[in-house]
């Protein structure tokens, strides 16, 4: 397991680009999904998406047109980018990660979680 | 979409006793199931992976089983640190999905 830490403004406006960066430490990146869930607030988890330390993406369909998801293993980061935000996308976003092994994964390192407002 | 459900959404429960959840996929999704606690303004933290592997650490009177479309977490004695919100997650396909959460209560 690594550890895993969230960064990027707790406030964004309407319409603008919701920016997020996960700094991993304690491990290596390969052979991992790099994942973004999050949840609103009083309810549950909604999966994003994930990208693979060789930087394929996956997303959920519904926000796909608005997400996306970069690595950079040299800095022991991944990224998340959700576009035109709206009072919706007011949530607690976690990074997470998890081995792929053979066709199975799950999610054994989590972030801290962090608040993200979009309000005006 | 695979559609997780959970059941029951919430229950009371006392210090010692038994606590079955259940988890229903929409489709079959084989064996690639995960358990998930989390605690108030905590990150959601593995209990089982591929529905009946204990994670390392976790304590041994949790434990997954099923395939298919129909799958289980039993705590065997519930503790005062079990009481929590528990979250079923398939990882069969993509997206993946997350049950809607059980929240544990203390009686």
């Known amino acids: 397991q690594v550890q895993l830490q969230e960064s990027g403004p707790g406030l964004v406006k309407p319409s603008e680009t919701l920016s997020l960066t996960c700094t991993v430490s304690?491990?290596?990146?390969?052979?991992?999904?790099w994942s973004w869930i999050r949840q609103s607030p009083g309810k549950g988890l909604e999966w994003i998406g994930y990208i693979y330390y060789s930087g394929s993406t996956n997303y959920n369909p519904s926000l796909t047109s608005r997400v996306t998801m970069s690595v950079d293993t040299s800095k022991k980061q991944f990224s998340l980018r959700l576009s035109s935000v709206t009072a919706a996308d007011t949530a607690v976003y976690y990074c997470?990660?998890?081995?792929?092994?053979?066709?199975?994964?799950?999610?054994?390192?989590w972030g801290q979680g962090t608040l993200v407002t979009v309000s005006s | 979409d695979i559609q997780m459900t959970q059941s029951p959404s919430s229950l009371s429960a006392s210090a010692g006793d038994r606590v079955t959840i259940i988890c229903r996929a929409s489709?079959?999704?084989?064996?690639?199931l995960n358990w998930y606690q989390q605690k108030p303004g905590k990150a959601p933290k593995l209990l089982i992976y591929?529905?009946?592997n204990l994670q390392s650490g976790v304590p041994s009177r949790f434990s997954g089983s099923g395939s298919g479309t129909d799958f289980t977490l039993i705590i065997s004695s519930l503790q005062p640190e079990d009481f929590a919100t528990y979250y079923c997650?398939?990882?069969?396909?993509?997206?993946?999905?997350f049950g809607q959460g059980t929240k544990v209560e203390i009686k």
């Open positions: 997470a990660s998890g081995p792929v092994v053979g066709a199975s994964n799950w999610l054994d390192s």
């Open positions: 997650q398939q990882s069969y396909s993509t997206p993946r999905t």
């Open positions: 489709q079959s999704i084989s064996s690639y």
């Open positions: 591929t529905a009946s």
């Open positions: 304690g491990g290596s990146m390969s052979g991992y999904y």
